[in-house]
């Protein structure tokens, strides 16, 4: 079983829409956990940290539950510009990351 | 404060050269991590280490790859006899020690062998 598994999509959404990215990982004792974003042919880049009790950035809010060892990252109202790979990744000694769910914002 | 440095950005090797790709981490990082990104693939874990110390080479393929974090200069992923299929983007990581924080991505190598 993966460390860390992710639908890979993608998520074909238009404009305006709200998507919703799930993650569920393996080591019940990881400590931190996190949103990366990677666009084509870029490195990856921190989108938010997750916390236990779930955390806001704008349009953007992540959950983790440490029961289910799930973590989710739902975007609202998406733009054009939030067309990238969103990574889940968690930590445990190191970082483990999951394959990434691509999203595609349409016009 | 610079971020994480890679370089070469690109680098071309004819099969059965070697390819080292350097990283230096962020001021203050000891914790050095390298993955491999094939195209329209995810990132591949290949080593993690500390300065002087490899804490996790699971991902290293077991033949022709090696690394290395002196303790004064970057980190090397030295790929040596390069073979077509060790093309793609290297990407290297770092972070400080302390436990909960997020790990920093430099722009990584692609490297291309021909």
């Known amino acids: 079983r993966k460390e860390v598994e992710q639908d890979p999509g993608p998520f074909n959404v238009p404009e305006g829409a709200t998507v919703a990215f799930n993650c569920t990982y393996s080591?019940?004792?990881?400590?931190?956990f996190f949103w990366y974003r990677q666009d084509c042919r870029k490195e990856p880049k921190l989108l938010m940290s997750?916390?236990?009790s779930g955390n806001e950035d704008g349009r953007f809010t992540a959950q983790l539950n440490r029961a289910s060892q799930y973590i989710s990252l739902l975007i609202r109202d998406s733009k054009l510009s939030d067309s990238a790979t969103y990574l889940c990744?968690?930590?445990?000694?190191?970082?483990?990351f999951g394959s990434g769910t691509k999203l595609n914002v349409k016009p | 404060n610079a971020g994480v440095m890679q370089n070469p950005r690109h680098l071309v090797r004819r099969r059965g050269q070697e390819a080292r790709l350097r990283c230096s981490p962020m001021?203050?990082?000891?914790?050095v991590y390298w993955y491999r990104q094939l195209p329209e693939e995810g990132l591949k874990f290949m080593v993690y280490?500390?300065?002087?110390?490899?804490?996790?080479e699971s991902g290293m393929p077991k033949e022709r790859f090696s690394a290395e974090f002196p303790k004064e200069g970057p980190s090397i992923l030295r790929i040596q006899q390069v073979v077509r299929g060790d093309s793609a983007a290297y990407f290297c990581?770092?972070?400080?020690?302390?436990?909960?924080?997020?790990?920093?991505f430099g722009q990584g190598t692609r490297l291309t062998v021909v």
């Open positions: 997750v916390y236990s």
């Open positions: 990744v968690v930590n445990f000694n190191k970082f483990y």
């Open positions: 080591n019940s004792a990881s400590q931190s």
């Open positions: 990581a770092s972070s400080p020690p302390s436990r909960g924080t997020e790990a920093f």
């Open positions: 280490l500390q300065k002087e110390n490899i804490i996790d």
């Open positions: 001021k203050g990082h000891s914790h």
